[in-house]
């Protein structure tokens, strides 16, 4: 069937779902000062300035609009790809070889939106987008 060979509404469904699934983690950030105090609190634990927290606004904000959109895409994409290598880094090392109590990857989600972004990074935003790439 020519509706299964519809590669840019695939871009379109694999933007989308990257863009608001991480969206939703940075409007609770928006709302819970706490989330900040504690990227900020592990980011001085590393031995980085604290301020470097907001820029989570960045990447779990601004980048999932983008995305959403289909503007700058790929750079969008790129910045997500470092906000969720700054959460493993920082938050979750202790889980990358590690499986979860029912048997899956206990990065699923985080490896996800990173490996989700890193495609849309190669891929462009496809046909349905307000500026394609």
Same mark, same amino acid.
């Given at each position: 069937m020519d509706l299964l060979k519809n590669d840019d509404l695939g871009k379109l469904i694999l933007r989308l779902t990257?863009? %608001?699934l991480i969206l939703l983690h940075g409007i609770d950030k928006i709302g819970n000062t706490g989330?900040?105090? !504690? #990227?900020?609190?592990? $980011?001085a634990n590393s031995g980085l300035p604290g301020f470097i927290a907001y820029g989570v606004f960045v990447g779990e904000v601004a980048a999932p609009l $983008? $995305? %959403?959109?289909?503007?700058?895409?790929? %750079?969008?994409?790129? *910045? #997500? *790809?470092?906000n969720m290598l700054f959460s493993i880094g920082l938050v979750h090392m202790g889980e990358l070889f590690t499986l979860s109590k029912n048997g899956g990857w206990a990065l699923e989600l985080q490896g996800f939106y990173l490996f989700g972004a890193v495609a849309i990074a !190669? $891929?462009?935003s496809g046909r349905y987008a307000i500026k394609r790439d």
């Open positions: 990257v863009g %608001i989330s900040l105090d !504690f #990227i900020a609190g592990q $980011l $983008l $995305l %959403i959109g289909g503007a700058y895409c790929r %750079i969008a994409a790129l *910045v #997500i *790809v470092g !190669f $891929l462009g």
